[in-house]
């Protein structure tokens, strides 16, 4: 029993010892530069959501192709500093539909300072894509976010 407990305690101690030897920095690593300084403040983070068309007919809709000349088009010169896509599956389903609609789509991720021209750099890109697809619409969703670099 008592070599138990000293085997116990060690494991503890030795998890401890562990844990705060790899836990993370409390402070940004890298000194930064105006596009990506160590510590932000008034940034959001804006998702928007494009559908590419049915999930059950890839073979309509939009292409990977298309999307990434999309990208290269409308939204990197926009926002040049960076981005992230996410591959996602939508599901909707409309009043009076018996079935629901499933949807190939992209998350697009932007992490912006929060200025009049960033949103409206955003605004542009989705009315970009309802011009090109005919879609009605682009979900967005803007929260603010705490960035570090």
């Known amino acids: 029993m008592r070599y138990l407990r000293f ?5 503890w101690l030795g998890l401890a010892a562990g844990c ?14 105006a596009a990506h300084p160590a510590q932000t403040q008034g940034w959001v983070e804006t998702k928007l959501y494009f559908g590419l068309g ?13 999307w990434r000349s999309f990208l290269d088009a409308e939204v990197t ?15 909707w389903q409309g009043k009076g539909q018996a079935v629901p609609e499933r949807l190939r789509s992209k998350l697009l991720l932007i992490d912006y300072p929060d ?5 409206d750099k955003v605004e542009a ?5 309802k011009q090109r697809t005919g879609d009605q619409s682009v979900l967005r969703v803007t929260q603010p976010a705490e960035v570090s670099f």
């Open 125 to 129: 890109i989705r009315a970009a894509w």
């Open 54 to 66: 049915l999930a059950d007919n890839p073979a309509n809709g939009v292409s990977e192709q298309g």
């Open 77 to 91: 010169p926009r926002f040049p500093d960076g981005l992230s896509v996410v591959d996602v599956y939508g599901q």
């Open 115 to 119: 200025t009049p021209a960033n949103r």
């Open 7 to 11: 085997a116990s305690t060690v494991l």
């Open 20 to 33: 705060a030897a790899t836990a993370p920095a409390t402070h940004s690593t890298l000194q930064g530069d």
